[in-house]
């Protein structure tokens, strides 16, 4: 994904590569618009590449690996509380028990 795959403007965003390798859009909340903003400036003091890159070090502005970003943002749910299966579920479905 790079910047210009982003359309605030539209309130959506190309996803060139998702399931069956199929090109679709997708919408974007205002919420999700305001949570990506920081970041949306702060790419621009690293070198031209993909939206979501590696921030420091020899690798400075590739691609970040799904499976990096994957071990980092379970690391930080852990880290702020959060159960490592909330990271694939939206809501919760358990009933109370009694």
């Known amino acids: ?7 605030k403007q539209r309130g959506s965003v190309l996803v060139r590569h998702g399931k069956n390798d199929r090109r679709r859009e997708v919408g974007m909340d205002a919420w999700a618009w305001s ?12 070198p031209v590449g993909p939206l979501f890159c590696v921030i420091d070090g020899p690798t400075r502005g590739r691609a970040w690996s799904a499976s990096a970003a994957r071990v980092e943002l379970r690391a930080i749910a852990l880290k702020a509380g959060s159960g490592a299966g909330s990271l694939r579920t939206s809501c919760d479905t358990r009933t109370p028990s009694s």
């Open 1 to 7: 994904m790079v910047e210009t795959d982003l359309d």
């Open 35 to 46: 949570a990506i903003a920081p970041w949306v400036a702060d790419r621009l003091q690293v």
